[in-house]
């Protein structure tokens, strides 16, 4: 029995045993010591550090003017804003007066009856303020529900296409020709040419690529195709998603690709577009912001113009990501937040402080009218990029606010990297032939997200 318990004793505290539970309570005592920021005032929650700096003189402004009524703000990592926003929604447990999150998070809590979201309702009081009226309409879509707007948008986010200006000029084409797609990659042409003798094009006319799914998503977003219906129920196996996946594969597989895939936001991706080994990128607002930080060497070399229509007198923007401000429905203190969220999304020192900082235009309409919008910008060879995001922002298309959103996003990826991978196999290139594949695709993806809903009884009800 006693060498039993020596044995098991032994077994639990050997050396290794006894060096990891001497580091346990030595890190657990210095974490439980160090000084813990207590936040005061009425919480409000945000995840974007760019906007937690850009608040903060606001906020301080509004706590003097308002001793009754002060605001603290807590940046979160989005994850943890996410799992603390949606447990309290469900749970009752506290959550943040204010809560300031992009679409992916906001739209998961849309998942059971309206009645019982988290997000306070604001339709009425948008309407009957004149708040609606004032704000680019397409920017409350992904926040607005079964007809129940229960965000207060932060942004835009329209697409221009930034290209190579240094390069196309210096080769004499004139980007004025083009109005459609084909008009580009025609008139881009003379680009795509092996001039060093290397085997390879000394420049690809575009980024994208079979892991590009936010390329997809813009472009079809554009040609005005959609993945779910009025009701938010799935509707990606449609024609005009399998013509963008098809046309699309024909841009970068194939003997004749003329596109290749440039990663976004890594080293060498910034070397890659540095040394224009891709010739146009589709730009939001946000991207042109941080390709500033990011990639300065860039500054003087390029140019932004209206993305190439799919058809002629066609769209010439798309849009990408987004961000709103929402109320707890259970909070004391909406009256009071709702007057904040005016101070802060209203206002014009704001909209040129991320303008200026970020690139990102406000969603205000009342604003845009801002001498600030004009100002030519170094960076992108002097062109006034303000004023043309605007001039696109009213046409931006409208996006769901389905919780199945990002699922649905996964499935449109997918559906592209397998349908890259038939298009190779069989050496198919041509887009009628692939356009009947990637639509068997989409509904084969659509059954599995629709049996996946099918399960949520609660949506289900509300939309037979």
Not at 164 to 178: K, P, T
Not at 388 to 407: F, G, K, L, T
Not at 418 to 434: E, F, G, H, K, W
């Amino acid at each position: 029995m006693i060498k039993s318990l020596r044995s098991l004793i032994g077994r639990f505290l050997s050396p290794g045993a006894l060096v990891i539970t001497t580091i346990a309570i030595i890190t657990s005592a210095i974490v439980a010591s160090l000084p813990t920021k207590e936040v005061k005032g009425i919480p409000f929650w945000l995840s974007a550090s760019v906007h937690y700096e850009a608040y903060q003189p606001l906020i301080e402004e509004w706590n003097q003017q308002h001793p009754e009524s002060q605001y603290g703000m807590t940046l979160l990592h989005a994850r943890a804003l996410e799992r603390r926003m949606l447990s309290g929604f469900l749970s009752g447990t506290p959550v943040a007066d204010v809560i300031e999150t992009h679409l992916a998070i906001s739209s998961k809590a849309f998942l059971g009856p309206i009645e019982e979201v988290g997000f306070a309702d604001l339709t009425e009081r948008l309407h009957r303020e004149g708040i609606y009226e004032q704000i680019n309409a397409p920017s409350f879509t992904p926040y607005t529900s079964r007809g129940r707007i229960f965000g207060l948008p932060h942004d835009v986010h329209p697409v221009l296409l930034a290209y190579r200006s240094d390069i196309v000029e210096a080769a004499g084409i004139d980007v004025s020709q083009i109005e459609t797609w084909e008009d580009y990659f025609r008139v881009m042409r003379p680009l795509f040419r092996d001039n060093d003798g290397d085997g390879k094009p000394d420049h690809y006319l575009m980024t994208a690529g079979d892991t590009r799914a936010d390329v997809a998503s813009m472009l079809m977003l554009q040609a005005g195709g959609s993945m779910f219906d009025e009701n938010d129920r799935p509707n990606f196996a449609n024609d005009i998603n399998a013509e963008v996946l098809a046309t699309l594969t024909t841009w970068f597989t194939g003997p004749d690709a003329t596109c290749t895939d440039v990663p976004a936001f890594t080293a060498s991706g910034h070397r890659q577009r540095l040394e224009g080994f891709v010739i146009g990128t589709l730009c939001p607002d946000w991207m042109a912001g941080s390709w500033k930080i990011e990639n300065p060497g860039l500054s003087g070399k390029l140019k932004l113009m209206p993305v190439p229509a799919w058809k002629k007198g066609g769209r010439r923007t798309s849009v990408a990501g987004g961000t709103m401000m929402g109320f707890y429905k259970h909070s004391a203190h909406i009256e009071e937040s709702w007057k904040l969220a005016k101070h802060l999304y209203l206002s014009p020192k704001l909209a040129e402080h991320m303008f200026r900082t970020t690139t990102i235009i406000s969603p205000v309409k009342t604003l845009w009218p801002s001498g600030f919008y004009d100002e030519p910008d170094p960076f992108f060879s002097g062109q006034p990029v303000g004023r043309m995001y605007i001039e696109q922002a009213p046409d931006v298309p409208p996006r769901p606010s389905s919780p199945y959103n990002d699922i649905a996003g996964q499935s449109f990826a997918s559906v592209l990297i397998a349908l890259s991978q038939y298009a190779n196999r069989n050496n198919i290139y041509d887009v009628p032939t692939l356009k009947v594949e990637a639509l068997r695709l989409l509904q084969q993806q659509q059954g599995i997200l629709e049996r996946l809903i099918s399960r949520n009884l609660f949506l289900t009800k509300e939309h037979p």
